[in-house]
């Protein structure tokens, strides 16, 4: 990355300079109208404490991102809509009514339920390699063959009630840190299920460039913060609350998921 100690400073601090001018602006565009905040648990908050009594098995937490983001920016009003297990055809038939012409901002997660997240989970978790990865292979067939018209439904939807709205669409993170010991799940296992993690995101992030909205990787601000790491941002098998299972913590939704929303808002 550097040329020279003093281009390489000069360059760092023209870019900073630019990034922050550029967030800004964009904050403040996002700010503006209304934010609606929909999808799957990864956005509700599942894994981050702090539930909202009112939001019931929805479990939507004001340690999410998108209540973080909310808090932050102050826009001109804000709809958390994002449900615990919700599918595609979940988002279609109960989170996009507050969508309008006014407003400016969406965030969403979604495909991992359709594509049976949980169960293969729960396969990989209490079954064999052999069989945890053919249970993969099944998730990824059907990423490959249902989730894209899936998601172009919602995608769709989401264009036609709110057609000025900047739309980011974030992604899932690896579970594992690799290389190194960690107890739970043999090396095998781990390996696969980051794989879907990739195949699932590489599927979203397509679709959404398709439709034109952004795509949030979340993987790199997850980098070095997965399970097996000294600073994990996600719960392994929580056998108090199994729900929170592979889920984001509050760290997770603070320091993975906010900055990149912030970033693309």
């Not at 956005?43 to 340690?63: E, H, M, N, P, Q």
């Not at 739309?167 to 840190?177: A, S």
Request: net charge negative.
């Amino acid at each position: 990355m550097r040329r020279s100690r003093i281009t390489a400073y000069v360059t760092s601090l023209l870019l900073a300079t630019g990034l922050a001018l550029t967030g800004a602006a964009t904050d403040a565009q996002a700010a503006a109208g209304g934010y609606v905040a929909i999808g799957d648990s990864y956005s509700s908050g599942v894994g981050a404490g702090s539930y909202i009594s009112s939001s019931g098995s929805c479990d939507r937490s004001t340690k999410a991102y998108p209540y973080l983001w909310n808090a932050a920016h102050s826009p001109s009003s804000f709809s958390f809509l994002a449900c615990s297990g919700a599918t595609t055809d979940d988002v279609l038939s109960g989170q996009l009514g507050t969508l309008t012409s006014s407003t400016s901002l969406v965030s969403i997660t979604i495909g991992g339920n359709d594509a049976g997240f949980a169960d293969v989970m729960t396969t990989c978790v209490l079954s064999s390699d052999s069989t945890c990865l053919s249970r993969i292979g099944t998730a990824e067939a059907y990423v490959d063959s249902t989730l894209p018209g899936k998601l172009d439904a919602v995608y769709d939807a989401i264009t036609a009630r709110a057609p000025n709205a900047r739309v980011v669409v974030l992604g899932y993170p690896r579970f594992y840190k690799l290389g190194t010991t960690c107890l739970g799940l043999s090396t095998a296992k781990r390996s696969a299920i980051n794989n879907a993690a990739d195949y699932i995101d590489a599927a979203i992030a397509k679709r959404a460039a398709d439709h034109g909205f952004v795509f949030g990787d979340i993987r790199s601000t997850f980098t070095g913060h997965e399970i097996c790491s000294s600073s994990s941002w996600l719960h392994s098998v929580n056998w108090l609350d199994i729900g929170e299972s592979y889920h984001p913590t509050a760290s997770g939704h603070s320091g993975g998921y906010l900055p990149v929303l912030a970033g693309n808002a």
